[in-house]
Antibody, heavy 120, light 111 residues
Framework: EVQLVESGGGLVQPGGSLRLSCAAS????????MHWVRQATGKGLEWVSA???????YYPGSVKGRFTISRENAKNSLFLQMNSLRAGDTAVYYC??????????????WGRGTLVTVSS | QPVLTQSPSASASLGASVKLTCTLS???????VAWHQQQPEKGPRYLMK???????SKGDGIPDRFSGSSSGAERYLTISSLQSEDEADYYC?????????FGGGTKLTVL
């Protein structure tokens, strides 16, 4: 079955760290760009990070320098290391797959998400 | 970088059709967008990509009731024969230099 399954969410204090994982199955993971997208409760979707199939990484200004995306193709896994967490980082975090070829600019498969709560 | 604008809400009756709009910012009218559906309490699901010429390609298992089109800087998602399960939030998405961009989403209510 083609799917993405996130894990690693939980409650963390402000300033703390958390590492999210995403297990991919049912497709050739190494060929695809992979992303993290988050959604605060009652809010819209926000792109958080990208790891291209060529090894390039990208972040928006809101998380740059605090979050690090990585992947282990041999284990079909994607990770997000989150440091210096703030209350504003509280959200459901989704693992998302990029499309094929030119369509890698778009997302074509979503996980179910994992909840991260930053609170004292 | 592109900005995507969506109306916050829309409504239509059961069995009717509805057309949702996503507007690309100035200078980005040639961009394609993807549409994603998020049903209540669920993760998003990819629906389709809509190109500037109006052509579209749907994700696996997306019903024929869903279609896409374009006009200028606007990208549309049309849902026909509305069903109760179509009540959801709909997001458009595109790309910029080293970034990905979402519209604010449209909450569709099926009356």
């Amino acid at each position: 079955e083609v799917q993405l399954v996130e894990s690693g969410g939980g409650l963390v204090q402000p300033g703390g760290s958390l590492r999210l994982s995403c297990a991919a199955s049912g497709f050739t993971f190494s060929n695809r760009d992979m992303h993290w997208v988050r959604q605060a409760t009652g809010k819209g979707l926000e792109w958080v990070s990208a790891f291209g199939s060529a090894g390039d990484t990208y972040y928006p200004g809101s998380v740059k320098g605090r979050f690090t995306i990585s992947r282990e193709n041999a284990k079909n896994s994607l990770f997000l290391q989150m440091n210096s967490l703030r209350a504003g980082d509280t959200a459901v975090y989704y693992c998302v797959r990029g499309g094929v070829g030119y369509d890698n600019r778009f997302f074509d498969l979503w996980g179910r998400g994992t909840l991260v709560t930053v609170s004292s | 970088q592109p900005v995507l604008t969506q109306s916050p809400s829309a409504s239509a009756s059961l069995g009717a059709s509805v057309k949702l709009t996503c507007t690309l910012s100035s200078g980005h009218s040639s961009y394609a967008v993807a549409w994603h559906q998020q049903q209540p309490e669920k993760g998003p699901r990819y629906l389709m990509k809509v190109n500037s010429d109006g052509s579209h390609s749907k994700g696996d298992g997306i019903p024929d009731r869903f279609s896409g089109s374009s006009s200028g800087a606007e990208r549309y998602l049309t849902i026909s024969s509305l069903q109760s399960e179509d009540e959801a939030d709909y997001y458009c998405q595109t790309w910029g230099t080293d970034i990905r961009v979402f519209g604010g989403g449209t909450k569709l209510t099926v009356l």
